[in-house]
């Protein structure tokens, strides 16, 4: 039977709504006060926001971990302090780019790649975020590091004088607002972002994903039935079946004996198709990592 109070909630987050707005909202509706929203998605931004429920709050870190997948606008001929609409003016410049022009520097934007996050991100430094600092008016430049991202695909599917859209699938920690900015800074021209919908986190994605008017009209039996399983963000981790005495042993962290399975970083335990939590297999010892408590 499904369990309506541990699992995933997919919400198609609106534009001008906080990510934390958007999960209060959900928590009310929904009445379970357990939650927390995996990737914060920027007020401007909007599109897919997986909510965790109960037990699935401690599986966030897994889909913090995921792909993401973005359509963004870059306009260009303008330089902003947030690199998006929300910023001051900087920088402006009357060069447009031709679509052949940035077609030629994209390989630089693929692969492994240094990303420098943007000022206005939630960083720290020395102890602070950088938004708040940057917003005090100190310079911050020199103290943000650029750090390693993936950038799997990253492909124009509209061009226009003054604006390009893009469609970018990238790891954990990258900046699609930095992608503007280090693009415009590259083709002499300058650019920010203007439009920034969020299409896939991991396995969720906007099919999945409920508008919040549909969340302000429905019952909270409605959407208790959309949440899906706790294991949805685990697809890509190896299950193993332990029985129901095993099981009540493991639920209280005790390790097993299993003297014929190879070490195993991470599997996810299960005992007649339930979810007990995720361990670790060490010299035949299995051992418990994380139990969810689904009373």
Not at 11 to 29: D, E, F, G, V, Y
Not at 38 to 50: F, N
């Amino acid at each position: 039977m499904k369990n309506l109070k541990h699992g995933w909630f997919v919400l198609n987050k609106p534009q001008h709504m906080t990510s934390m707005k958007a999960l209060s909202i959900l928590k009310r509706a929904i009445g379970i006060k357990k939650a927390g929203h995996a990737g914060t998605l920027d007020p401007l931004a909007y599109g897919v926001l997986p909510i965790a429920f109960g037990e699935a709050t401690k599986l966030i870190p897994y889909a913090q971990d995921a792909h993401k997948k973005y359509r963004f606008i870059v306009a260009w001929g303008e330089e902003r302090t947030t690199d998006d609409l929300e910023g001051e003016i900087v920088a402006t410049s009357t060069i447009r780019p031709e679509l052949h022009e940035i077609e030629a520097i994209l390989p630089q934007f693929l692969g492994k790649i240094m990303q420098k996050p943007p000022a206005f991100s939630a960083i720290k430094i020395d102890g602070e975020r950088a938004y708040d600092l940057a917003r005090k008016g100190h310079d911050i430049a020199d103290k943000i590091k650029a750090k390693e991202i993936e950038v799997f695909a990253l492909n124009i599917v509209d061009h226009q004088p003054n604006q390009t859209t893009f469609i970018a699938d990238v790891s954990k920690g990258s900046y699609v607002r930095s992608f503007a900015h280090d693009m415009g800074r590259l083709l002499g021209c300058y650019g920010h972002v203007v439009d920034l919908e969020r299409l896939e986190v991991g396995c969720f994605d906007l099919k999945l994903a409920v508008m919040l008017d549909s969340v302000y009209s429905s019952t909270s039996e409605y959407l208790r039935s959309q949440i899906l399983p706790l294991e949805t963000v685990l697809d890509d981790i190896l299950a193993l079946a332990i029985s129901r005495e095993d099981a009540a042993k493991f639920c209280h962290g005790q390790s097993l004996n299993l003297p014929n399975h190879s070490d195993t970083e991470i599997v996810m335990v299960k005992t007649e198709n339930t979810l007990l939590g995720l361990a670790c297999i060490l010299e035949g010892t299995l051992i418990p990592k994380r139990i969810f408590n689904l009373n």
